[in-house]
Every structure is written in C-alpha cells, then in structure tokens.
C-alpha cells in the first residue's frame, strides 16, 4: 500500500529518533531523505538535530536540490541524495549517518570487506570505501560514483557512512548492519585477527539469496582475504596498548546502547 507524505514524513522523524538514540549521529549532524516521485524529494533540514523533529520541519526539494517547499533551509549534502537517486531508479531513501565503529573503520581508511559473517554477505555484501571529499561540494560524491551502481552501503573517508534501499526502513537497517558488522570486525582484530570464509563459502552465500528473498545489486566482490600486512599482529602496531584499545571499544559499545 502506498503511503502519504504525510505517513513518509512521520516515517523519516521516526528513523531520525532511531539515529539518533543510537549515537550515530551528534548534535545536528547526518540527513535522511525518501524520493517522493520523479520529480520530488522528502528531506531533512539542516540544522535540526535529527532526534528532535516534527514531521512539518521537513522539507522538499527538486531533482536538481532547489527547496520548493518548507520553512527550514536545505542541507548542504542534498546532492548525495540527489547523486544516488540518479544513478539508482530502485532507491527510494537514503540514510547518511556517523555510525562510530564504521566511522572509525573509514577514518583509518579500511573498508568493511572481510568475509566474516553469513548474514552480512547475504543481506548486504561489501562496504566499499569512498575517499574523502569536501562535505557540501561535489568534491563529496564524486569518489562515490563507482561504487552507487554496486552496492547498497558506503564508507566516507573521514566522513560517515551513507545506506539506501528501497524505503527509509530498509536503508535505515542496512545502517544497522553497517555498525553491527564494524563492531563484531573491531572485536576480531582485537582477539588476534578475523578468520575469513573461503571464497567458495561466499559464492555460495551469494547464490542463497534469491532463497532468503534478498534483492541486492552487491556483487561478491571486492570480498577479499586478510591482506598481508595484516598476517604480522601484535602490540607494536597499535598506538595504543591492547589494554586501552579494547577499554575504548568497550566505551564505544556501550555508548546509546
């Protein structure tokens, strides 16, 4: 059943609250939005924190980012939204958020591309990792185009992450899984290092989907094994001790929990 803009509206508050009691998201930061039609998009504001608002502070703005209605100003990153409406016609929402684990994972420049976890594999696939460019310019989606068409969730350098699908629910649980994953490779690496699926295993994850009624454009690439530096673990390529990484991760987990 189709829903109102009033109901996508109530929709995109309500993903926003959920954001934002999960920590992934401070103070005004991250953007939702949900394509309305062809022509029109349903976005946040900027400048509102996203646990904090009301269906009419929402605003709407044309495929090429121009508000034509609402009373608060447009966010500077509405050409993201823009960017994967345009190169993805079965997205319908998008949830750009600061997830701390994945945002950490893209602040130290690694994406999330290890073979780890069935579920990942066959309701997500790879988290690819796009480099930094200049929030608010088209410095910001440019390294992003590749990877629109082939996956369904991405790490920003030094950034974020941005997840989409189609309704805001189903990018707002890929954002989910996104941090879900970050965390339990976090924990891997502090425990000796993640033991990755042979490829093999992943074909055949991959070939299940269609089973489990999952419908993604992600490829079973780039899944990859552990790189070779990564096989020379021990205390010395921490900058921290061991001890205090993991008291940090703990903080980490526990934060909005």
């Excluded at 899984?177 to 425990?191: D, G, K, N, P």
Aim: hydrophobic share 40%.
């Amino acid at each position: 059943m189709t829903k109102t803009e009033r109901e996508l509206r109530q929709d995109i508050v309500e993903v926003g609250r959920l954001v934002w009691q999960k920590g992934w998201v401070a103070a005004n930061d991250g953007n939702i939005s949900i394509r309305l039609d062809p022509d029109r998009v349903l976005c946040t504001p900027t400048g509102v924190s996203k646990g904090m608002m009301h269906p009419d502070d929402l605003i709407i703005v044309d495929m090429q980012g121009n508000k034509i209605e609402g009373r608060k100003e447009r966010t500077s990153e509405i050409a993201m939204h823009l960017t994967i409406y345009n190169l993805r016609p079965d997205v319908r929402a998008v949830v750009h958020a600061h997830p701390p684990v994945a945002t950490g994972f893209a602040a130290a420049g690694r994406p999330l591309t290890l073979a780890l976890l069935p579920e990942v594999i066959i309701g997500l696939g790879c988290v690819p990792l796009a480099e930094y460019g200049l929030p608010g310019t088209p410095e910001l989606t440019e390294p992003m185009l590749p990877y629109i068409p082939k996956y369904d969730a991405i790490l920003m350098a030094n950034h974020g992450a941005v997840c989409y699908g189609e309704d805001v629910y189903k990018a707002y649980f890929r954002m989910e899984t996104v941090e879900h994953f970050a965390r339990i490779s976090l924990v891997a690496e502090l425990l000796g290092g993640p033991k990755v699926l042979p490829r093999q295993e992943v074909e055949k994850l991959f070939q299940a989907r269609e089973r489990y009624g999952i419908t993604s454009r992600a490829a079973p690439e780039p899944w990859c094994p552990v790189p070779a530096e990564e096989a020379v673990r021990g205390e010395e390529r921490f900058e921290v001790t061991r001890s205090e990484l993991v008291a940090l991760v703990n903080a980490a987990l526990k934060a909005r929990a």
